[in-house]
């Protein structure tokens, strides 16, 4: 079981940004997924971004399209979200999570992970 630890959140100004980090203890077997969730309070938890290994492909939450950018290292088997731009509404605890969805389709549904770090809380203000 992969143990997953997140780091860099903080607060910002509108139009700041932040890069969070997400350690992870070794490297996911299989053709796993593994990506960015967020919940700000009184909502769900929703999808941002995720990093699918089969194919390497990445998919992104249309409103954080061209100011989220989420890369990884597996040197060091870490997960980044690289966020610019950003803005109230990006305020909420981010979890960086890790699964096997079965397809592409269900790559943005949280039940699909199965293992998640405890979040990291960015705050947005202005």
């Known amino acids: 079981q992969v143990q997953l630890v997140e780091s860099g959140g903080g607060l910002v100004q509108t139009g700041g940004s932040l890069r969070l980090s997400c350690a992870a203890s070794?490297?996911?077997?299989?053709?796993?997924?593994m990506g960015w969730f967020r919940q700000a309070p009184g909502e769900e938890r929703e999808f941002v971004a995720t990093?699918?290994?089969?194919?390497?492909?990445?998919f992104y939450k249309d409103s954080v399209k061209g100011r989220f950018t989420i890369s990884r290292d597996d040197a060091t088997n870490t997960l980044f979200l690289q966020m610019n731009n950003l803005k109230h509404e990006d305020t909420a605890v981010y979890y960086c999570?890790?699964?096997?969805?079965?397809?592409?389709?269900?790559?943005?549904?949280?039940?699909?992970?199965?293992?998640w770090g405890r979040g990291s809380q960015v705050t947005v203000s202005g």
């Open positions: 999570a890790v699964g096997w969805p079965a397809d592409a389709t269900r790559v943005t549904n949280p039940s699909e992970y199965r293992q």
């Open positions: 070794g490297r996911p077997f299989g053709e796993y997924a």
């Open positions: 990093f699918r290994c089969r194919g390497s492909m990445t």
